[in-house]
């Protein structure tokens, strides 16, 4: 079935570093891809999303390229705020028994210190 | 409303309790998901609803969950008996349209059954 294997955390950064997470998939087809971020005592967000080859998806600073050929959506921050902190989720979706459901991966959670 | 609320934030519930969860999409959305995230793990996904049609209940752990959205909008998630295993964080999204563009998740109900 459909997975996503993504960095395992915590992550702890200085304020301004450069900042990647890791992400893999497996899936059949072409899905969707997703970064969804947690920020604390909120529900999660759409950060980014990329839905097909080569498509860069970028918000907030924050970029990931959708890699067919590595199977991949690494997220990256050139320069990361306290701001930041927060749990990444990668996720992919693509239409099957009706509905396009998310498919997460486990989480990473950041820490940007001053 | 503005978002996606879910009730209650937090319930704690005994072993072998029926307990029910309420999420209120973001008025006029089509599409509502429910997904269970447990401690440290990534959700996953639990059922599906277009408009009161629950169109994938491929997740649902048991016949002890069911869920139901009668009139298209507000949907409850019930849990019967519930066991130690089920403590978690339910999740309620809802989108727009019927193609996953963008899912607005609501806060959650934490669930613990001691």
């Known amino acids: 079935g459909d997975s996503v294997t993504q960095m395992e955390g915590p992550v702890t950064l200085s304020e301004e570093a450069f900042l990647t997470i890791n992400c893999t998939y497996t899936?059949?087809?072409?899905?969707?891809l997703f970064w969804y971020v947690q920020y604390p005592g909120e529900g999660l967000q759409l950060l980014l999303k990329?839905?097909?080859?080569?498509d860069k998806g970028s918000n907030k600073g924050f970029e990931a390229t959708y890699r067919k050929e590595t199977t991949s959506f690494h997220l990256e921050k050139g320069s990361v705020q306290v701001s930041d902190s927060a749990v990444y989720f990668c996720?992919?979706?693509?239409?099957?028994?009706?509905?396009?459901?998310?498919?997460f991966g486990k989480g990473t959670k950041l820490t940007v210190n001053p | 409303g503005a978002g996606v609320s879910q009730s209650p934030r937090y319930k704690v519930a005994k072993r072998g309790q029926d307990v029910a969860l309420r999420c209120d999409p973001i008025?006029?959305?089509?599409?509502l998901f429910w997904y269970q995230q447990a401690l440290g793990q990534g959700p996953e996904f639990l059922t599906y609803?277009?408009?009161?049609?629950?169109?994938?209940k491929s997740g649902l752990p048991s016949d002890r969950f069911f869920a139901e959205r009668p009139e298209g909008s507000v949907s409850t998630l019930k849990i019967q008996r519930t066991q130690q295993e089920d403590s978690a964080v339910y999740l309620c999204?809802?989108?727009?349209?019927?193609?996953?563009?963008?899912?607005?998740f609501g806060q959650g109900t934490r669930l613990t059954v001691v």
């Open positions: 990329a839905t097909k080859a080569d």
């Open positions: 999204a809802s989108i727009r349209g019927l193609m996953n563009t963008e899912a607005f």
């Open positions: 996720a992919l979706s693509r239409p099957q028994g009706g509905s396009e459901k998310l498919v």
């Open positions: 609803f277009q408009n009161e049609a629950q169109l994938d």
């Open positions: 008025s006029g959305h089509v599409s």
């Open positions: 899936a059949t087809g072409y899905p969707s």
